[in-house]
């Protein structure tokens, strides 16, 4: 699925309820430029030509990452890079933000990418228990 910018945009608006488009937007560049650290080869690749061009270019042109990032600590560096931004409100960027990257990535490509990341990254893009479902042993079940 390739979304339009508008649509994107939209999309990411009404998930973090925010009152303007360019609260979505700025949320958007930010998230996904910290996201184009920790996402690399042809899933970076391959999710950046799922996005409006716009956004791709960001994710593949990211802010540099010194080391992977766990969950808190992205939600951290959203919020020092978001003027105004508490942990509480950046937590809700990153969630809305990646909720919709998933939703234009499909299932198959979040898998992979979430393979890239740290444990918990699941919780951000909205698909929880992922890893946990991944890691646990033959014959336990789930909850």
């Known amino acids: 699925m390739h979304l339009t910018q508008e649509a994107f945009l939209a ?25 184009g650290a920790h996402v690399v080869g042809q899933e970076r690749a391959e999710l950046a030509a799922r996005l409006p061009e716009t956004y791709a270019l960001i994710l593949l042109n990211p802010l540099q990452a010194a080391e992977p990032l766990g969950p808190e600590r992205f939600v951290r560096a959203t919020a ?35 393979l890239q990341l740290p444990p918990g990254y699941d919780l951000l893009f909205g698909h929880p228990d992922r890893h946990e479902a991944d890691s646990r042993q033959p014959g336990e079940r789930g909850a």
């Open 11 to 35: 999309a990411v608006q009404e998930r973090g309820e925010y009152p303007s488009q360019q609260e979505a937007e700025r949320a958007a560049r930010v998230v996904l430029a910290l996201l």
């Open 80 to 114: 020092a890079w978001i003027e105004g931004a508490t942990e509480e409100t950046a937590k809700w960027d990153t969630g809305a933000v990646l909720s919709v990257v998933a939703d234009a990535a499909g299932e198959d490509l979040m898998h992979r990418v979430l």
